[in-house]
């Protein structure tokens, strides 16, 4: 019952933007966005979230489409430390559970 | 500030035996998950305590399993017997409600649990 479809990878440049593109037509207007990434042999670490503006924090900008059936996750100036899983997890705003579908695998290359 | 701490980081048993994950939130933090990755498989929920009582245990996967939270502070997840398929690694998770707006989840480093 996947929500999202994400590219399994993509390869990225160090110091270069990364853009993590996730599809998720049939979001409901009550479903948040989400973002979570998992660095190899951690715990999953929250990103970023937004329901229909752009958002930005201290780690990523997050750019939803105006029909908010896909959005982009961007990494200004991607490091060999971004190097991760990134999960785009859709989520009812009453709902607590996450649903990790399989990600997008990135390698940041020097 | 202290993040989601789990323990252990690793466990090797045999099957049949018993074995008891814990974890301890963030402090003040009344919503606690617990979700596992088994093998080649993605990450999956398994239940929600909100502070001592389980909101929802619809993705434990069989009696087998038995999650507490006695008094709202850490939480147990117990395998008993534990079976070779009960192999992967456990995270547990934690977040906060502020009113009505709910914080992002933060996750423990897990526990690898290694079934042979």
């Known amino acids: 019952d996947a929500k999202t479809t994400q590219p399994p990878s993509m390869d990225c440049a160090e110091g270069r933007a990364a853009n993590l593109p996730c599809n998720h037509s049939t979001i409901s207007g009550n479903e948040y966005v989400y973002w979570y990434r998992q660095i190899h042999s951690q715990g999953p670490q929250y990103i970023i979230h937004g329901l229909k503006n752009n958002e930005t924090n201290e780690m990523a900008s997050l750019i939803i489409t105006e029909d908010r059936k896909s959005s982009t996750l961007i990494l200004p100036h991607a490091t060999l430390r971004d190097t991760a899983v990134y999960y785009c997890i859709v989520r009812a705003s009453n709902d607590y559970k996450l649903s990790f579908g399989a990600g997008t695998t990135v390698t940041v290359r020097a | 500030e202290a993040g989601v701490t789990q323990f252990p980081s690793h466990s090797v048993i045999e099957k049949g035996q018993t074995v008891t994950l814990r974890c301890d939130p963030i402090?003040?933090?009344?919503?606690l998950y617990w979700y596992r990755r088994v093998m080649g498989k993605e990450i999956k929920f398994l239940l929600h305590f909100v502070k001592e009582s389980k909101q929802d245990e619809s993705g434990m996967p069989n009696n087998r399993f038995l999650a507490e939270r006695t008094g709202g502070t850490y939480s147990t997840l117990k395998v008993q017997p534990a079976e070779l398929e009960d192999s992967g690694v456990y995270f547990c998770?934690?977040?906060?409600?502020?009113?009505?707006?709910?914080?992002?989840?933060?996750f423990g480093q897990g526990t690898r649990l290694t079934v042979v």
């Open positions: 402090s003040g933090h009344d919503n």
């Open positions: 998770a934690s977040s906060q409600e502020r009113g009505l707006r709910r914080t992002e989840a933060f």
